[in-house]
């Protein structure tokens, strides 16, 4: 299936400005409600409550050794923000989710600042909103799917 240059550009535009009107101040760990790294913030950002994780996947996504993401894994369970499961067709593969608290946490640690995340989209109308979460969701989707087939070196 053959992509237009205009609507890669389209997106290339798009994403930056959104990034730029709603990215929050970078802070320490020790500074926000969620003692969390970047790292760990970026985990959060990652998972859903809903469809599981293998960490496996997650790891090499994010381009990090099975140590450093079970080191991850352990601490972010501790603190209650995600689950772990073993998976039922594979007794050695970790599902994770995120938990109703993590989800909490990933908000307090995200990129972007809620109150301007929740302004920019009270802009919108409820018809407008939903297309756009809904497009935003399946650009996520897709970059999911990118992500399992072409895994960044």
């Given at each position: 299936?053959?992509?237009?240059?205009?609507?890669?550009?389209?997106?290339?535009?798009?994403?930056?400005?959104?990034?730029?009107?709603?990215?929050?101040?970078?802070?320490?760990?020790?500074?926000?409600?969620?003692?969390?790294?970047?790292?760990?913030?970026?985990?959060?950002?990652?998972?859903?409550?809903?469809?599981?994780?293998?960490?496996?996947?997650?790891?090499?996504?994010?381009?990090?050794?099975?140590?450093?993401?079970?080191?991850?894994?352990?601490?972010?369970?501790?603190?209650?923000?995600?689950?772990?499961?073993?998976?039922?067709?594979?007794?050695?593969?970790?599902?994770?989710?995120?938990?109703?608290?993590?989800?909490?946490?990933?908000?307090?640690?995200?990129?972007?600042?809620?109150?301007?995340?929740?302004?920019?989209?009270?802009?919108?109308?409820?018809?407008?909103?939903?297309?756009?979460?809904?497009?935003?969701?399946?650009?996520a989707d897709a970059?999911?799917?990118?992500?399992?087939?072409?895994?960044?070196?």
């Open positions: 299936m053959s992509v237009s240059n205009r609507d890669v550009a389209a997106v290339q535009r798009f994403y930056p400005q959104i990034y730029l009107a709603c990215h929050t101040r970078h802070r320490r760990r020790r500074s926000n409600d969620a003692p969390l790294t970047p790292q760990e913030s970026s985990i959060l950002a990652h998972l859903d409550e809903d469809a599981p994780m293998r960490a496996a996947d997650l790891a090499r996504h994010l381009g990090v050794v099975a140590s450093t993401m079970s080191a991850a894994i352990k601490r972010l369970t501790e603190l209650g923000y995600i689950t772990r499961e073993t998976e039922s067709r594979d007794r050695r593969a970790l599902a994770l989710r995120l938990s109703r608290q993590g989800a909490r946490a990933m908000q307090t640690g995200s990129v972007l600042e809620t109150r301007r995340v929740a302004a920019l989209l009270a802009g919108l109308s409820p018809e407008k909103r939903a297309r756009a979460v809904e497009g935003l969701g399946l650009l970059a999911r799917a990118l992500s399992r087939k072409e895994p960044r070196s």
